[in-house]
């Protein structure tokens, strides 16, 4: 367990332990099919075991992991019909919920977004990638948070916990965080105009998208940890 990068301090949370354990399954540092080096992980991570058992509970109810009674934990890799299947569910649900706040959002709200959209644009500041995700994560609460069902908050925020370590994942790739940020631009310029139809419409288009630059990072992942012929 030598190779596996450490978090950089102590006392971590069970949220940051929960990232970084999906974040080494997806690269390919915990091995698909293999038991879940548990106190390995604790101790090139320094974390506890309350926070790091706690993030295998949640990856196990993401799929990541799977929890067998007198078994260690082993890991399930995420495949790309995962991922289909995944945003098929987030398409249903944020396109409800852009839908049912439609008339709840204020103009206050989307000029405060549009001007986190102008502090994210690419290349205006040196960590433009992070407020580009501080972006992401202020447009999708727009809309969820307006849809005033608390049980589609609670889903949504479930949901995004998840996509979340994704969308950073995701990230690393310029070109596909900047393609994102163009979109997220669009959907937040048709609510500004009040054009529903459009909004509902590149919302759609931006989640597709999403959705194909995870299956890319997964396919990149996965021809990595191939061994050469």
């Known amino acids: 367990m030598s ?6 301090r102590p006392g971590h949370t069970a ?9 080494a399954i997806l690269s390919g540092e915990l091995p698909s099919g293999q038991p879940v ?18 993030a295998m ?22 495949t790309a019909e995962d991922v289909r299947e995944l945003y098929e569910l987030r398409r249903l649900l944020e396109l409800h919920a852009l839908e049912r706040s439609w008339g ?8 405060a977004t549009l001007k986190l959209a102008a502090q994210a644009r690419p290349g205006k500041a ?3 990638g992070k407020r580009c995700l501080e972006l992401d994560l202020a447009l999708h609460k727009l809309w969820a948070a307006g849809s005033s069902n608390r049980w589609l908050i609670r889903d949504l925020e479930y949901h995004y916990r998840f996509l979340r370590v994704l969308q950073r994942w995701v990230a690393r790739d310029p070109e596909a965080l900047a393609m994102s940020y163009q979109e ?12 529903k139809a459009k909004a509902l419409a590149l919302l759609g288009d931006h989640i597709a998208t ?17 061994p050469p012929a």
Do not use: C, M
Not at 15 to 23: A, K, M, P
Not at 39 to 53: D, E, I, Q, Y
Not at 213 to 225: D, F, I, K, N, Q
């Open 37 to 54: 080096p548990e106190s390995g992980l604790a101790k090139n991570w320094k974390v506890g075991r309350t926070p790091l058992r706690e």
């Open 126 to 128: 040196s960590d433009w």
């Open 210 to 226: 999403s959705a194909k630059s995870v299956e890319r990072a997964l396919l990149r992942a996965e021809t990595h940890r191939r």
């Open 57 to 78: 509970r949640r990856a196990a109810e993401s799929g990541f992991i799977v929890l067998r009674s007198n078994y260690r934990p082993v890991v399930r890799r995420l």
């Open 3 to 8: 190779n596996v990068k450490k978090l950089k």
């Open 184 to 195: 997220h631009v669009g959907i937040l310029q048709a609510i500004e105009a009040r054009d």
């Open 15 to 23: 949220e940051q332990v929960f990232r970084r354990l999906i974040e």
């Open 104 to 111: 709840d959002i204020t103009p206050a709200q989307i000029q």
